[in-house]
């Protein structure tokens, strides 16, 4: 949301869905892990909020989830929410969900005239696992009490679920790179032009 | 593909004749989210092609997603072509096709050929089986030149016929179609019916809006408020539901 | 949606939201700052538990929020019984989640659209770095608005998907942020149209 | 808010008579993503209600949406009721109110009375002004038993009276509707028409592929492969129409 230059209504619409896609997806989860934190299905949705909108737009679209979080709606995974969950243990990881988003969208957008899968997987690795951990684990190690190397060895359980969550957002991303190529808006180059068709029925991308 | 579906609406004529075109409704009720939307609906219908209109939120959409098992009745029986669709729900679906109003909503892939091959997966054919039928249908639907075009690129009716082609290429018993013309201008909304009326399925049932063509039919039913108030001859019906809108 | 706030009339309830958020931003940190040992921690415990009281949400609100917190609490346990003393694990664990309880203490006594007010108010000061409160609480409202609209066009993905007898799995996310981004854009026109730029 | 209404349409009743209520579009092209949707359309209209038709992906949608600004043309001049829209963008959306097809997509907030509260916004009114002028809108419209409840909560009618109600309370001299009927049974799609045709504002354009509708209207625009074929009394141009999609 600390955008220098302003978003249009097409971002700010952007951003809500995206937002509320991300809630949407708490709906999945969380997948309990015996002795464990749960994974959440809603990290997916950060590492897609990047990769589809951008550094900007999918960090606000995060910002925005977090915030209606803040103010008591329950719309993490499992229905949890309020002030409480970023007092608590997991607090910081949360706070990195907004670096891990814009994170992920600049390695994704920066510069690209296209979506290339590897671009996505790095993103996912350094914004949707490195970023959200860098802000994550001091937050943990200080409120447990734990040194940081400790916590860094606990938090070893997310490492599996959290991998496959990149694999998976690396799909989806280049599927919906080939079905939706608008999706992307990208700075650099318009969507790859849809051929236009010989018919009355011309190519139509907004029907109603 | 043609030749079966021939076949088969051959079959279906009699009414009330082979139990294989036979749908029976009975005594159901549907709850959801805690409210009754269906009340006390009992019908048998033999006929071939069945209309089915009401107002915004009577429950016609609803009664449609009982026919294949997408919302299961919280009381009472609902019987597709001999299958109790609450017992054997896959293979009703085998049978039952369903298009629904918003083409967006059924393109499911990301090209018009995966999105009509994803119909036939874990049917058992080969790949080369696969092609070949999907092929087929896009050209009877007249889709071939956009075969490789990503979906969203569609026009309307374009996405519409698509939706029909995924459905159709499992060459379902019955089709059953939500409002499927209500985006569509004239000529494509005449396309899509004239397939639903003339050609598609041994059975069909088209809920809609549009009462030319639910005059189509053979019979249709008028839904009110969740309750199932006439069962009768088109032209009966829309001018009762007509005088009841006025 | 049904928010997290539960309605009363307790002077918890009428204190306004801004000098809740404040002060439990004080104590949160103060608790946490504060190094505590058994009696200690458990006293902040108790006075927590009191507040619940005052707010009259004990026991079953309390009960609730406790088991919300399980994960949190079993996670912690669990992480600090590998590393601590049992002593250490047991002071850290429970004023983690008197911190915690504290915290959500707040959201239950405050409604969601107050708490959205005084948010808002406080990004006033920001507004020089490009941020536009009005515009954020918008975006906000706006994603209240579409969480059920999103959460009926994941509905209608699953129906199709099992209408056609296909299995997608996770890959059922792309035809719903196609739905979904495609109605962004006509929400984006609408916005427009009401004169909103 | 009526007697204004009626005022206005007084005056805009003479054909070509006030500038308020004439529209002037001049030699128009519009490009979209490099594609060209539209092409020399030139047209000028001073009647009251207007309808627009034609197949689907003609161009229709693009034509309403140059009318407030929210297409802006490649070439070409589009000046509404004395406003250059490509100038005063600002100005044209005060003037002119725009309903959409789908009413899921202009159901903005959460309530219905946010909803059109926002509408309000950015007009200099003092809370109390807001409140007051929302609950008289929304009690004309029928909602008024509905102001406190979840937008989403409400009937696909309910919704489309909702975002009437939401451009009317900023009393627009224009009101451009796309499609605004379509997902409607009998009774609330003739509650919407009436009030698009009968009561609205000076000046309304109904794009919609219901004929009885476009009847309705002074006079029908017929659009054909992103060009306008014809601007004629509706009855003949739907007789066009017809032919041309048959
Ligand atoms: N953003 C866009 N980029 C490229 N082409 C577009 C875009 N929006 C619309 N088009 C194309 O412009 C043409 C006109 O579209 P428009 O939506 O105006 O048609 P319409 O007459 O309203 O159709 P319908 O009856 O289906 O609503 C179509 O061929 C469509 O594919
Ligand atoms: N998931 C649901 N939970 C609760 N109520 C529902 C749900 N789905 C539908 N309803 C309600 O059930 C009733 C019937 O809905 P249904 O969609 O069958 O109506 P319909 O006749 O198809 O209307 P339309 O013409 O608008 O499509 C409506 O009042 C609707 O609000
Ligand atoms: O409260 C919640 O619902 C979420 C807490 C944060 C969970 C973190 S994010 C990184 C790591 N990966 C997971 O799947 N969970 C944790
Ligand atoms: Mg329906
Ligand atoms: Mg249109």
């Given at each position: 949301m600390v955008a220098s230059d302003r978003f249009d209504t097409r971002d700010i619409a952007r951003i809500a869905v995206f937002a509320a896609i991300i809630a949407a997806l708490g709906l999945i989860g969380p997948i309990p892990v015996p002795g464990l934190v749960p994974i959440t299905a809603q990290t997916l949705g950060v590492v897609l909020a990047g990769a589809v909108l951008g550094p900007k737009r999918g960090a606000a679209a995060v910002g925005v989830l977090l915030l209606l979080v803040f103010i008591g709606l329950p719309l993490l995974s499992g229905g949890h929410g309020g002030a409480g969950v970023f007092a608590g243990a997991t607090g910081g990881y949360l706070i990195g969900w907004i670096a891990g988003a814009y994170v992920v969208g600049l390695i994704v957008h920066r510069g690209a005239r296209r979506i290339v899968w590897w671009r996505v997987a790095v993103g996912g690795l350094v914004g949707g696992i490195l970023a959200i951990y860098f802000f994550g684990i001091p937050v943990q190690s200080a409120v447990t009490g734990l040194s940081i190397p400790e916590s860094l060895f606990t938090s070893l359980a997310f490492l599996p679920g959290d991998l496959i969550k990149v694999a998976v957002a690396t799909v989806l991303t280049v599927t919906l790179w080939r079905a939706y190529p608008p999706a992307f808006a990208l700075e650099d180059s318009p969507a790859p032009a849809v051929e236009p068709h010989p018919d009355r029925e011309a190519a139509s991308d907004r029907t109603d | 593909m043609t030749g079966r579906t021939e076949r088969e609406s051959g079959a279906g004529r009699g009414a009330g004749s082979g139990l294989s075109t036979s749908i029976e409704i009975d005594d159901v009720e549907v709850q959801l989210n805690g409210r009754r939307v269906l009340h006390d609906v009992s019908v048998r219908l033999d006929?071939?092609?069945?209309?089915?209109?009401?107002?915004?939120?009577?429950?016609?959409?609803?009664?449609?997603?009982?026919?294949?098992?997408?919302?299961?009745?919280?009381?009472?029986?609902?019987?597709?072509?001999?299958?109790?669709?609450?017992?054997?729900?896959?293979?009703?679906?085998?049978?039952?096709?369903?298009?629904?109003?918003?083409?967006?909503?059924?393109?499911?892939?990301?090209?018009?050929?995966?999105?009509?091959?994803?119909?036939?997966?874990?049917?058992?054919?080969?790949?080369?089986?696969?092609?070949?039928?999907?092929?087929?249908?896009?050209?009877?639907?007249?889709?071939?030149?956009?075969?490789?075009?990503?979906?969203?690129?569609?026009?309307?009716?374009?996405?519409?016929?698509?939706?029909?082609?995924?459905?159709l290429v499992r060459e379902p018993q019955l089709v059953v179609a939500d409002e499927p013309t209500t985006l569509l201008d004239l000529g494509n909304a005449r396309r899509i019916s004239d397939l639903l009326v003339d050609r598609l399925a041994a059975q069909t049932i088209i809920v809609t809006h549009d009462l030319d063509l639910a005059r189509r039919c053979e019979i249709a039913l008028l839904f009110d408020a969740g309750r199932l108030t006439a069962v009768d001859e088109p032209g009966a019906v829309v001018e009762r539901y007509r005088r009841q809108q006025a | 949606m049904i928010a997290l706030y539960v309605p009363g009339r307790s002077i918890l309830h009428r204190l306004p939201a801004g000098v809740k958020l404040a002060a439990m931003v004080v104590l949160v940190l103060a608790v946490s700052l504060y190094p505590h040992d058994v009696v200690s921690a458990g006293a902040v415990l108790l006075t927590v538990v009191?507040?619940?009281?005052?707010?009259?949400?004990?026991?079953?609100?309390?009960?609730?929020?406790?088991?919300?917190?399980?994960?949190?609490?079993?996670?912690?346990?669990?992480?600090?019984?590998?590393?601590?003393?049992?002593?250490?694990?047991?002071?850290?664990?429970?004023?983690?989640?008197?911190?915690?309880?504290?915290?959500?203490?707040?959201?239950?006594?405050?409604?969601?659209?107050?708490?959205?007010?005084?948010?808002?108010?406080?990004?006033?000061?920001?507004?020089?770095?490009?941020?536009?409160?009005?515009?954020?609480?918008?975006?906000?409202?706006?994603?209240?608005?579409?969480?059920?609209?999103?959460?009926?066009?994941?509905?209608?993905?699953?129906?199709?998907?099992?209408?056609?007898?296909?299995?997608?799995?996770?890959?059922?996310?792309?035809?719903?942020?196609?739905?979904?981004?495609?109605?962004?854009?006509?929400?984006?026109?609408?916005?427009?149209?009401?004169?909103?730029?």
């Open positions: - | 006929q071939r092609r069945i209309a089915v209109i009401g107002a915004n939120g009577s429950g016609k959409s609803t009664f449609a997603r009982l026919l294949n098992g997408l919302v299961a009745p919280s009381r009472g029986r609902v019987v597709v072509h001999g299958i109790d669709v609450a017992r054997d729900r896959r293979a009703v679906r085998d049978r039952v096709g369903f298009v629904f109003t918003h083409p967006d909503a059924q393109i499911l892939m990301p090209t018009v050929v995966e999105d009509v091959s994803l119909s036939l997966r874990g049917l058992g054919l080969s790949r080369a089986a696969i092609a070949e039928r999907v092929s087929a249908v896009l050209g009877e639907y007249g889709l071939s030149g956009h075969a490789d075009a990503p979906a969203y690129s569609l026009s309307g009716g374009q996405k519409q016929l698509l939706a029909l082609a995924a459905v | 009191a507040g619940y009281a005052v707010a009259g949400l004990f026991p079953r609100v309390l009960v609730g929020q406790v088991w919300m917190a399980r994960w949190i609490i079993l996670f912690l346990a669990v992480s600090q019984v590998l590393f601590l003393t049992p002593t250490e694990a047991l002071v850290n664990t429970v004023r983690v989640l008197a911190i915690v309880l504290l915290a959500a203490l707040m959201t239950l006594t405050t409604r969601s659209a107050d708490l959205l007010d005084v948010l808002v108010r406080a990004l006033g000061p920001f507004r020089r770095l490009g941020v536009d409160p009005e515009r954020v609480a918008l975006t906000v409202s706006m994603t209240i608005s579409m969480v059920p609209v999103v959460t009926d066009f994941a509905r209608r993905v699953r129906e199709a998907q099992h209408a056609r007898g296909a299995r997608l799995g996770l890959r059922f996310v792309v035809p719903l942020l196609v739905m979904s981004l495609r109605h962004a854009d006509e929400v984006a026109d609408a916005l427009s149209a009401r004169g909103i730029d």
